[in-house]
Nanobody
């Protein structure tokens, strides 16, 4: 059973910073793209940032320049550093990864449980 465990959410003031972590565990042969998505009630889940196993990154325009995604392939962990946070960044943040359990397996998408980020004074 492959799991993604997020941590690092919480309450932060506007203009502050937060670092989210997501660690993958279980039977894992290879992790392709890892990423962060977010969702607020009543809205669709949206992409925040992704990073490939080779380190190529992609960011939503709304967070570009304020956020940095990084990963460690050995630790099977991805991080999202968010700076200059705004109230509109408030959401549940979900970790996502495309994972092959064994060499023979097809890769499948795995989601974490989500961690709440609240930006408020």
């Amino acid at each position: 059973q492959v799991q993604l465990m997020e941590s690092g959410g919480g309450l932060v003031q506007p203009g502050g910073s937060l670092r989210l972590s997501c660690a993958a565990s279980g039977r894992i042969f290879h992790i392709n793209t890892m990423g962060w998505f977010r969702q607020v009630p009543g809205k669709e889940r949206e992409l925040v940032a992704t990073i490939t196993s080779g380190g190529s990154t992609n960011y939503a325009d709304s967070v570009k320049g304020r956020s940095t995604i990084s990963r460690d392939n050995v630790q099977k962990t991805v991080w999202l550093q968010m700076n200059s946070l705004k109230p509109e960044d408030t959401a549940v943040y979900y970790c996502n990864a495309d994972i092959k359990g064994t060499f023979a397996d097809r890769s499948r998408e795995v989601w974490g449980q989500g961690t709440l980020v609240t930006v408020s004074s």
